[in-house]
Every structure is written in structure tokens, then in C-alpha cells.
């Protein structure tokens, strides 16, 4: 990869989800359905036709009502999901926290969870016990590492994952509304963190339902509905257009810049 390559290239992408019309009261009716193939399935288009190219650095807002596919789109780039049609390129390392609490197991401390989830990221041990105390300090829990997850808030659980994604600088970073349940000191300290990031050529994907930290923070945004790309431009431009708008918008009138 050179500087000058696309970090994010997404071609044609469409995802398509194939949903029963029948409502089986018991497996045992799903079965006979089944084997009889009079199963009915419905097609319903998640992401549909997005053309997207990310570079080095950049910092990419998305926003969207609920259900545009904003969420869909970061579990394509982050390799969770693949797409039903067309391409999706991702060139270096990836670090996503794409759900509050994924990979940790409730039952575990935040100290077990902390080696879990950096160990399925791909990280080794020694190279964990370097980055431990960074970790733990920038979290904030403090003494309730020790304590099972279960006993965490929203906010512990956000601030102890964000921190095990970002103890390491990723090509890509995704963060799917992680933000949202922080106390503001420390979302002031994790904006901080992510230009930093850019600084150093990290590529930030940021879905967010705020318009205020889009605009403050972010480079350019992707405005997604109904699966479809209605705009790609500038902050200002595209959440003028997107909180202004009263009603669903609709594919006639996409902004595409």
C-alpha cells in the first residue's frame, strides 16, 4: 500500500437480508416449512448501491436515522459482515468497538476482559502487560478492574473499551456510537485521543446521532438511508441538510457531492 492508495474503497456494496414472511409458532412448524419449501422470503436491502473511498487520515463522520444502515456499513468495513454484492477493500490493520460490551464476558473482571478482548484483537500477551497500566489509567475505573463487568455501567464498560481499542494506533478505526454514554471529561480526553490518531495517519470512521460532534471533530460525512449514500461532503453542508429535513428523504432528491 502507498500513501496515495485508498485506505477504505467500497465498490457497488450492497448487503441483502433474506427475512421469513411466515411466523412458525414452534421450530417444529419451521421444520415441516422447511422441508416442504414453502418457506417465503422477502429481501430486504441493508446497504444498496454504496460507492465510498476513504484516504489515509481522514475522519468520517456517518449519520442516519435508525435503521439507515449506518451500523451495517461499519460491521462490512470492520470485516464482521460480507457483503451480498460488489467490493470492499480495507487496506492495513482494523480496531472496531461496534457494540457496547463486545467481546467481554460479563462473568469475567475487567482485568480478565481486558486481556480477552486485546487477545482477540490479535495482540499478544507481553505485548498486553506493556500496555496494561496505559489502559487501566486512561479508563478511569480504577480498583473496579478487578470487579466482575456485570457490576459496570454503560459508561465503565465504553471507557474500558475504548481504551483496549485504541492502546494500539490501527490503519482504520471504527467506533459505532461509543461515544454517546461517556461523562464529558472523558469524551473530551477519547476527541483528543482520536486526533492524535490522525496525526499519526490513523483513518477514523465515527457513526454518531450527534451533529455537534460530527461537525467539531470530523473531516467529512457520510449522510446513509434506506441503505442508499444520499450525501458525502462536508459536515456543515450535509447535517445542514439532514437535521433540516422534516420528513424521510427520498432517493430522488440525494445531494450526492
Not at 1 to 28: H, W
Not at 68 to 82: F, P, Q, R, W
Not at 169 to 197: M, Q, Y
Request: net charge negative.
Amino acid at each position: 500500500m502507498t500513501l496515495n492508495d485508498p485506505v477504505i474503497e467500497l465498490r457497488d456494496l450492497g448487503l441483502c437480508y433474506r427475512l421469513a414472511k411466515q411466523r412458525p409458532g414452534s421450530f417444529k412448524e419451521y421444520m415441516i416449512h422447511m422441508v416442504r419449501g414453502s418457506l417465503i422470503y422477502e429481501e430486504l436491502w441493508a446497504l444498496d448501491d454504496i460507492q465510498v473511498t476513504v484516504q489515509r487520515g481522514e475522519l468520517v463522520g456517518v449519520v442516519g436515522r435508525n435503521g439507515a444502515g449506518k451500523s451495517t456499513m461499519s460491521k462490512v468495513i470492520a470485516g464482521v459482515l460480507e457483503p451480498s454484492r460488489g467490493t470492499c477493500v480495507v487496506r492495513g490493520t482494523t480496531s472496531a468497538i461496534l457494540e457496547l460490551g463486545t467481546g467481554f464476558d460479563p462473568e469475567l473482571t475487567g482485568l480478565e476482559n481486558l486481556y480477552l478482548n486485546a487477545l482477540l484483537r490479535g495482540h499478544r500477551r507481553k505485548e498486553i502487560d506493556t500496555k496494561l497500566d496505559e489502559i487501566v489509567a486512561f479508563s478511569g475505573i480504577g480498583d473496579f478492574i478487578h470487579s466482575p463487568v456485570r457490576n459496570y455501567s454503560t459508561g465503565m464498560m465504553a471507557r474500558l473499551g475504548f481504551s483496549i481499542a485504541t492502546a494500539w494506533i490501527p490503519d482504520v478505526l471504527i467506533l459505532d456510537e461509543v461515544l454517546a454514554v461517556g461523562d464529558t471529561r472523558f469524551v473530551a480526553r477519547c476527541h483528543e485521543r482520536l486526533h492524535e490518531f490522525r496525526a499519526a495517519g490513523t483513518t477514523i470512521i465515527l457513526v454518531s446521532h450527534s451533529p455537534t460532534e460530527i461537525i467539531e471533530h470530523c473531516t467529512r460525512c457520510l449522510w446513509l438511508d434506506e441503505g442508499k449514500l444520499c450525501a458525502d461532503g462536508d459536515p456543515k453542508d450535509i447535517l445542514a441538510a439532514y437535521v433540516g429535513r422534516d420528513e424521510e428523504p427520498k432517493p430522488e432528491s440525494r445531494i450526492l457531492s
